[in-house]
């Protein structure tokens, strides 16, 4: 999944310790962040809007009144903590301001003519990084057999802007290449900000309301050979029985450096990383 191909491109010594050492931290241990929250509960009411036959034809007012029928349902279920003493101006927060979210991204379906819309998307094929397998928040059909695939940010309009500008949009590229392996053609990519309602994408065109990025023609699938190239490379790094640990403190080496048609590599944020503090001490810990 990509969920495992990021570390291991990126820091190996997470995937090594996540997948063959298997070493989880408990998930009684921790309550989601604010951020996760707001992120899961916005992917979880955008999912069931969609699995309604017939809601991408919805007028706004229809979308709106499900919306504010459905939500509360949504938050006992899966936000509950968000019902406790001193939470209740977040809550509201959250319901005044995905709601116009909610609404925007409706508006972008129909303005674009989408003709069906796949929530949670599951995907697996054989690829030359081997099986993968996932799910993509939003597959979009259009005339003439066009796909796009969006992923859902809840928040994080600057960052993900800049990883298109870059090219380095790794996670739309593998669910780009998966569905191109069912279809015979690349899809568009974009990304959806939940929590400002911006639809960002290189597509030109396609979706007449969204920020349209800067992008070489092609670098979805120019991504995926680097991708490929980073992967050989790592592998073959294991192989030899070389683990690179990139951790706070540490230098890169001659053996970090990647091979020219590889990707960048990008330090990983160490707030999502629970092996930390299995990377090594120094010398007053």
Known sequence: SYSSLQPLLFNPYQWLLRYPARLQASALLNMPNDFRLLGQLAHRAVERLYGHAGSLGWTKEQVAHWFDQTLDAIVDEEGAVLRMPGKRSELEGFRLRFRASLLRLHAHLQTAKVERVESEKEFEAETALGLLH?????????????????????AGTRKYRKVLEQGSHLQLAVYAHLQQKASGQWPAVGYYILREGDL????????????VVAQEEGATAALWEKAKATYRWRRGQIDKGLVEVAAAGTEPTDESAPPADAMVIEALDDRYNPYVRLAGWGARQ
Not at 134 to 154: H, N, Y
Not at 200 to 211: S, V
């Open 134 to 154: 996932g799910s993509t928040d939003l597959l979009l059909s259009f005339g003439g057999s066009r796909e796009a695939v969006i992923d859902m940010k809840w």
């Open 200 to 211: 960002l994408t290189p597509a030109e065109g396609l979706f007449p309301q969204a920020r």
